[in-house]
Structures are given as C-alpha cells and as structure tokens.
Nanobody, 126 residues
C-alpha cells in the first residue's frame, strides 16, 4: 500500500504562513483518522493536530491552538494543515499519518497510525 505524501513545506519568516498538504494516490483516506506530527532532530516526535474520518472532530496541541487549522477534503483525498503566525519553534519536519478503522490509534503518541509519509521540512526564521 502506498504511503501518504506531504508537500507545502519551505522557508518562511516568523509571522508568515504555510499550508501543508497530504495525499496518497493508491490509498483512500476517507475511512482514516488523520493527523499531523512533527519532529526536530534530537527530540521526540510531537503530535500537532488530528482530525476524525468524518472531519467533524479536531484536536490540537496547545502550542499551535489558534494558529494552525487541520482540515480534510475526502472528495479530493487530501489532508491539509494551514499554519499561520509561524514561530521559529515551529521549525521541524512535518509528517502526515493515517489511522485505519477502527481508529484505535493514539494521536498523542502516533501509536496505531499505520501509514506515514516521508515528511516535508518547515523552517521558520526569526
């Protein structure tokens, strides 16, 4: 099964915005709970946001609440992360991940998320 593929990362100044996208050409994401994680070398992976398979429920880590918005378009098989008011501490490799039914994975730890992308780098300069 093909893994998801992220895009949209880049270099941006503090206060700027980026929108990350995630899709999979051979994996239908409709039935999956989806999430974004990030990792800085030397640190543990951190959960950023998750969204239910219906899209009706979302959760965010406190540090991005009010600045980031996770969304999905099941018709286009897409997952998004709109990131506004970016800060240098948001610099990381960002990964999307999919949790298949029965959606028993932990969005906090990532355990149970069966499919992971290769990541897209976000760098925020001061």
């Amino acid at each position: 099964v093909e893994s998801p593929v992220e895009s949209g990362g880049g270099l941006v100044q503090a206060g700027g915005s980026l929108r990350l996208s995630c899709t999979a050409s051979r994996l239908s994401l409709d039935d999956f709970a989806l999430a974004w994680f990030r990792k800085v070398p030397g640190n543990d992976r951190e959960a950023v946001a998750c969204i239910s398979f219906t899209g009706r429920s979302t959760h965010y880590v406190d540090s991005v609440q009010g600045r980031f918005t996770i969304s999905r378009d099941n018709g286009k098989n897409m997952l998004y992360l709109q990131m506004n008011d970016l800060k240098p501490e948001d610099t990381a490799m960002y990964y999307c991940a999919a949790d298949p039914p029965p959606h028993s994975g932990s969005w906090v730890t990532g355990v149970g998320f069966a499919y992971w992308g290769q990541g897209t780098q976000v760098t925020v300069s001061a």
